[in-house]
């Protein structure tokens, strides 16, 4: 395994996982259990964020805290991400968030932007880039690419599950940006799909198919 790449296995991360992935999951259990595992992921990927010390007075007397010193910018890629982001901002309510749409150009297949919205101090922040799957990485990619663009330099990529191709693609690009997900499986099929994967993370946020 990549340096770069962590893998959570945490057994409740495990446990939601497994019922994310059951074909008979409906659309509401599907919504409410991605937007809880992506909370419960925070706690990972933010492990490294900086703090700084405050002087505070509590009811009792004054004392020192620790709070964050950096911000926080949660980027999801549209639309599947965005259920992501709600998740990790009900833990860090202070959290920019960003959007970034991207679709697939049918004739070369790559990633194309057609929306990028991104906190105006997104250079000095602590940026997670948010998407349910990890897949062929070219959305992921493009992503990383944008947010640098804008000045970012202290990125992460967090995704639900992932796959081999995708993580290669995304670590050969950018071997600096660690990439934060709970399952690798298998491998992509001939149509793109993560194996044995989830299914279309976006279609069963939405109830769309």
Same mark, same amino acid.
């Given at each position: 395994?990549?340096?770069?790449?962590?893998?959570?296995?945490?057994?409740?991360?495990?446990?939601?996982?497994?019922?994310?992935?059951?074909?008979?999951?409906?659309?509401?259990?599907?919504?409410?259990?991605?937007?809880? #595992?992506?909370?419960?992921? #925070?706690?990972?990927?933010?492990?490294?964020?900086?703090?700084?010390?405050?002087?505070?007075?509590?009811?009792?007397?004054?004392?020192?805290?620790?709070?964050?010193? %950096?911000? &926080? *910018?949660?980027?999801?890629?549209?639309? *599947?991400?965005?259920?992501?982001?709600?998740? &990790? #901002?009900?833990?860090?309510?202070?959290?920019?968030?960003?959007?970034?749409?991207? =679709?697939?150009?049918?004739?070369?297949?790559?990633?194309?932007? =057609?929306?990028?919205?991104?906190?105006? %101090? &997104?250079?000095?922040?602590?940026?997670?880039?948010?998407?349910?799957?990890?897949?062929?990485?070219?959305?992921?990619?493009?992503? #990383?690419?944008?947010?640098?663009?804008?000045?970012?330099?202290?990125?992460?990529?967090?995704?639900? &599950?992932?796959?081999?191709?995708?993580?290669?693609?995304?670590?050969?690009?950018?071997?600096?940006?660690?990439?934060?997900?709970?399952?690798?499986?298998?491998?992509?099929?001939?149509?793109? =799909?993560?194996?044995?994967?989830?299914?279309?993370?976006?279609?069963?946020? =939405?109830?769309?198919?």
């Amino acid at each position: 395994m990549k340096e770069n790449v962590h893998v959570l296995n945490h057994p409740l991360m495990q446990h939601k996982l497994t019922l994310l992935r059951d074909k008979t999951t409906t659309t509401k259990e599907f919504r409410e259990l991605a937007k809880e #595992v992506s909370a419960l992921m #925070v706690y990972e990927i933010s492990r490294d964020t900086k703090l700084t010390e405050i002087d505070i007075e509590t009811p009792i007397g004054k004392t020192k805290g620790m709070v964050l010193k %950096n911000d &926080i *910018a949660v980027v999801p890629i549209l639309r *599947a991400g965005i259920i992501m982001a709600e998740g &990790i #901002v009900e833990l860090i309510p202070t959290a920019k968030v960003g959007h970034i749409g991207l =679709y697939r150009d049918p004739e070369t297949l790559q990633p194309v932007e =057609y929306y990028c919205k991104l906190p105006d %101090n &997104i250079s000095s922040c602590h940026v997670f880039i948010v998407d349910p799957m990890l897949a062929t990485g070219g959305s992921a990619v493009k992503s #990383v690419e944008l947010v640098k663009e804008h000045g970012a330099t202290n990125i992460i990529f967090v995704c639900l &599950i992932s796959a081999p191709e995708g993580i290669k693609v995304l670590s050969d690009r950018f071997p600096e940006v660690p990439i934060y997900t709970i399952a690798i499986d298998e491998k992509l099929n001939s149509h793109g =799909y993560i194996v044995p994967g989830l299914g279309d993370a976006g279609d069963r946020i =939405y109830g769309t198919k």
